[in-house]
């Protein structure tokens, strides 16, 4: 698996997240583009599955190969660099400042939704065959989706509201744990089995992801579901996006950078070693 430990790869958090600060403008549209829409068919992949199996679990299990498929071609997503871009400011890298970090959110966000919005209309073309007929089950089912999580969470009210912003903090928590740990290894096979399992616990416990939503909500709206753009913005997409910055930069990217880079000297630092004995000839 080729491990790398917590101490290097602390390191390789910051440095890429400085990467992506000065990255050009094409290059980060493009690469978040393209992250978007690969996580948008892995969406459409997974509530095929559910709906075609009646097993979520199994949907679950299988929705992290878009995952895998977009960090190893290099793709972004904001919830990444939600973690990692801050740190190269924190890290004071040289010509990082929170300017960069705004502009390189701002790209990777218009892309990723322009990316999902490209697969929310051509997934909605095939439920519907070219929307000349009902929505097939799979379609059915991502307008219902739609619906709860949106009006539902409006029919709460505040409680709702709070409820939508923890599943996103959680849900990043879960990403950018992902994201970090595929740094654990210089392997293939190794960044795989590092990444699969935090995004299955997120994808299972129904956490809110803002670049799923930007798939799910969009193409809920084409297949009939009884929601609007306002409902989508307001009671979802907005609250997730704040909780998915909450939950990467504070639970993942400040607490390793807090304890593995920025490491406190240990409590027995002040008092002189014993001397090391020597074996008598």
Request: proline share 4%; glycine share 12%.
């Amino acid at each position: 698996m080729s491990y790398v430990p917590p101490q290097e790869f602390a390191g390789k958090m910051i440095d890429a997240g400085e990467a992506k600060i000065f990255m050009a403008t094409k290059d980060t549209l493009i690469r978040a583009y393209m992250a978007g829409a690969i996580l948008a068919l892995a969406a459409a992949f997974a509530v095929t599955i559910a709906v075609n199996t009646g097993n979520f679990l199994v949907a679950s299990v299988l929705f992290p190969v878009g995952f895998c498929m977009l960090y190893l071609l290099g793709f972004d997503l904001l919830t990444g660099v939600f973690t990692l871009a801050p740190l190269a400011v924190i890290a004071k890298r040289p010509g990082c400042t929170w300017g960069g970090v705004l502009r390189n959110w701002g790209l990777v966000f218009c892309g990723n939704f322009a990316g999902a919005l490209t697969v929310a209309v051509f997934m909605a073309i095939i439920f519907t065959m070219g929307f000349s007929q009902e929505p097939n089950d799979v379609g059915q089912r991502i307008g219902k989706i739609g619906e709860a999580r949106t009006l539902g969470y409006a029919a709460a009210g505040w409680a709702g509201l709070l409820t939508v912003f923890i599943r996103a903090v959680m849900c990043n928590w879960m990403v950018s744990t992902g994201v970090v740990a595929a740094m654990m290894s210089s392997s293939v096979s190794g960044k795989i089995m590092a990444m699969w399992m935090p995004i299955l616990v997120f994808f299972y416990l129904g956490f809110e992801h803002s670049i799923v939503n930007m798939f799910l909500f969009p193409s809920g709206i084409m297949l009939g579901g009884q929601f609007t753009w306002f409902d989508y913005f307001a009671y979802n997409e907005i609250p997730v996006v704040v909780g998915n910055l909450v939950g990467g930069l504070t639970f993942v990217g400040g607490m390793i950078y807090a304890t593995h880079y920025k490491t406190s000297p240990a409590r027995n630092s002040g008092y002189e070693k014993a001397p090391v004995a020597t074996p008598a000839e």
